[in-house]
């Protein structure tokens, strides 16, 4: 765009960013109008189902499982072919119409506003087609709301988390057969390139990419040519291979918070009355609590070889930072195996924060605390762990901000700097709690976000402690 001669350059400026402004509303308008076809879209396939299915009905007289299945073959040539699809891409479409319409309800409705995209409405499908059907109405409540507020990557990870509180059936249960599932295969790829998958617990993946990204992050320099990623890449392979000792001087830091009563050996909350023992977080170097109910078993440092049977849903689950739950048996094992021990209440005792008066700097116990509450970059949409992020002053230290948890979120280099360089403004909500850690972003456009912190309780300091383990 070009400024007319003679005109008042904030003119322009203005004329220009309302322009701007407008191309944003107005994709955005039309994202949700696509959100509404889809919905549409969904019902329509759902219908024809069931019309196909009556259509064979009539003509075989009686709808068997053959005649049911070969109704549905053909309802699903007859779409790909008339919208140039795959078969298997009709029959996902199918499949997912038939859930949304059937068992997500909420869902679709939501889809029909456009308040969500297709593409979270498919993975409330997914996680919720996970579930027994008398669970899947009680998640589907508990994770639309947040649907409507996260990008999908973030969103995807929050279902994921949800569903594992959600499912009637015991975790502990459910991670014995899931370890059986653990595999390696590979997919072949264009230009000479392959993507190996290897499927593993959750624990012992996170525990590799945290080796892999200290030895790519300690290897970079100004004569480094490679990228972060290309770095991981080859210091994984080299170790495999045995071309060179690229893991060599690194620990795997893994973050679990466990309940006490977990650490303990309750599978459940214990029902005789004890003495009330604040929940933990224990890095994969940790150690529990001395304190331990008298109903508990004694934990083990074993992998389970039976089938638990004791827990029920809605027990305490122990928390892989970065990953979501895990079951009991692994969150003692890593408890019982670990060298040194980092206790965080997970939840409030007295309600306040912590604070260095008059300094800057913030306390190494605030840091750890505040890498678990965050978990990710504080920017709308960033999925960087807050373990790689830097620490910011909502409000900066030198303009009065203190060093307290409500003051201070964690935010990736790049984010960091679109808040000091990029003009992009970050506030705290006034219409929120004090001590409340959520932040609202303001664009240069005007926009605004509002992002919270991955854990809803208020962050207390951790206290360190030497004591030996107790097993």
Known sequence: MKTTFGSPPGTALDALERAISD????????????????????????????LAETRAELLQGGLTPKAREWARRSLRAEVACATRRSEGAVSRLIADAEVLVADLPSTLAA????????????????????????????FEQAVLPQAREKNLARFDDAARRLREVHHPESISRRAVLAREERAVWLDAERDGMATLHHHLPAVDALAIHDVIDQAARAARGDAEPRTQAQLRSDILADRILGRTDGLAGFTPSVIVTVPAVVLAGCESAPTTPTTSTPPTSTPAASTPPTSTPPTCAPPTSNPPTSVPSTSTPGDPLAELHGYGPIDPTTARRIA????????????????????????????????????????????????RRAARCELDHTVDWAHGGRSVASNLAHLCTSHHHLKHDGGWQVT?????????????????????????????????????STDPPPF
């Open 23 to 50: 191309e944003v509303a107005g994709f955005a308008r039309d994202d949700r109008k696509i959100a509404r076809l889809q919905a549409r879209q969904a019902r329509r396939l759902a219908r024809a189902v069931g």
């Open 111 to 138: 889809l029909e506003a456009g308040e969500v995209s297709y593409a979270h409405a498919r993975s409330v499908v997914v996680h919720a087609g996970s579930l027994p059907l008398e669970a899947r109405g009680s």
């Open 336 to 383: 019982a195996t670990a060298p040194t021990f980092l206790r965080v209440l997970t939840h409030p005792v007295t309600g306040e924060v912590v604070e260095v008066a008059g300094r800057y700097r913030i306390p190494t116990a605030l840091r750890e605390v505040l890498v678990v509450a965050d978990e990710h970059c504080r920017f709308p949409g960033c999925g």
């Open 428 to 464: 705290r909500p006034p219409d929120t709690h004090p001590a409340s850690r959520t932040l609202e972003w303001r664009s240069p456009l005007g926009a605004t976000y509002r992002t919270s912190p991955a854990t809803e309780h208020h962050p207390q300091p951790a206290v360190r």
